[in-house]
C-alpha cells in the first residue's frame, strides 16, 4: 500500500517564524489532504489538495502530485498553531485514507 | 450543529468488560470508517463502511465488531476488552470520491479516548 512520510518529526518555532512541513507519498494520489491535530485532540480539516496550491489565510499548501510531495507552509506562526499537523493520502484507486506519522510543532510566545 | 458526532467522548472500563462507542454524521456522505489513535500519536484505519457494506476491514482483532445500521451511522463494539485496546478512536466520514477514487474529503468527529484498566 502507499507510504506516506513527514518531515521534520519535531519542530519549535518562535512566535513569529516561518515554517514549511513536508509529506513524500510513494503512490499517484486521487487525494491528499493536511490536518492539524490541536492540544485538545480535535482533528481539523486544513486542505484538500491532490494537487495543484491553496491559501487559506496564513497557511498554504502547495502538492506536487508528479513528484509526489506536499508542503505545508505556516507564516507568522501563533501560539495556537501548535500541535500534531498530518498529511493522508489515498492512492489512484484506493480506498484507504494513509496517514503520516505528523509533525509535531511548537510555538513558544 | 456537529458534522460528525462520537459518543461517549471518555470511556473508562476494566478489562474484560464489553463497550460500545455510536457515530452519527449528518453530512450526507455515503463512506464512514473508524481509525484508532495510539499513544504515540499515529492513526491507523480500522474499518470503512459504504452505504451500509463493509468495504475495508484491516486486520483488527475479531473482538472488535463494527456495525452500520444506516448510512448515516456507524457503531464499533469491542467484546473483552484488554489493556492495549486503550486508544482514542476517531470516527469519520466522507463523500463518495471523483473518477478513480472512491473517497473525498474525510471529515472527523471529536473522538472517544478509552481507557481500560
Known amino acids: 500500500g502507499i507510504q506516506v512520510e513527514q518531515s521534520p518529526p519535531d519542530l519549535i518555532l518562535q512566535e513569529g517564524a516561518n515554517s514549511t512541513l513536508r509529506c513524500n507519498f510513494s503512490?499517484?494520489?486521487?487525494?491528499l489532504q493536511w490536518f492539524h491535530q490541536n492540544p485538545w485532540g480535535q482533528l481539523i480539516n486544513l486542505f484538500y489538495?491532490?494537487?495543484g496550491t491553496k491559501q487559506n489565510g496564513r497557511l498554504s499548501a502547495t502538492t506536487v502530485a508528479t513528484e509526489r510531495y506536499s508542503l505545508l507552509y505556516i507564516s507568522s506562526s501563533q501560539t495556537t498553531d501548535s500541535g500534531v499537523y498530518f498529511c493522508?493520502?489515498?492512492?489512484?484507486?484506493?480506498?484507504?485514507?494513509?496517514f503520516g506519522a505528523g509533525t509535531r510543532l511548537f510555538v513558544k510566545a | 450543529d456537529t458534522a460528525v458526532s462520537q459518543t461517549p467522548k471518555y470511556l473508562v472500563t476494566q478489562m474484560g468488560n464489553d463497550k460500545s462507542i455510536k457515530c452519527e454524521q449528518n453530512?450526507?456522505?455515503?463512506?464512514m470508517y473508524w481509525y484508532k489513535q495510539d499513544s504515540k500519536k499515529f492513526l491507523k484505519i480500522m474499518f470503512s463502511?459504504?452505504?451500509?457494506?463493509?468495504?475495508i476491514n484491516e486486520t483488527v482483532p475479531n473482538r472488535f465488531s463494527p456495525k452500520s445500521p444506516d448510512k448515516a451511522h456507524l457503531n464499533l463494539h469491542i467484546n473483552s476488552l484488554e489493556l492495549g485496546d486503550s486508544a482514542v478512536y476517531f470516527c469519520?466520514?466522507?463523500?463518495?470520491?471523483?473518477?478513480?477514487?472512491?473517497?473525498?474529503?474525510?471529515?472527523f468527529g471529536e473522538g472517544s479516548r478509552l481507557t481500560v484498566l
Open positions: 463502511y459504504n452505504n451500509k457494506e463493509l468495504i
Open positions: 453530512l450526507g456522505h455515503d463512506t
Open positions: 469519520a466520514s466522507s463523500p463518495s470520491g471523483t473518477s478513480g477514487s472512491s473517497t473525498g474529503e474525510l471529515f
Open positions: 503512490d499517484s494520489v486521487n487525494n
Open positions: 493522508a493520502a489515498v492512492s489512484t484507486g484506493g480506498f484507504k485514507t494513509i
Open positions: 489538495i491532490p494537487s
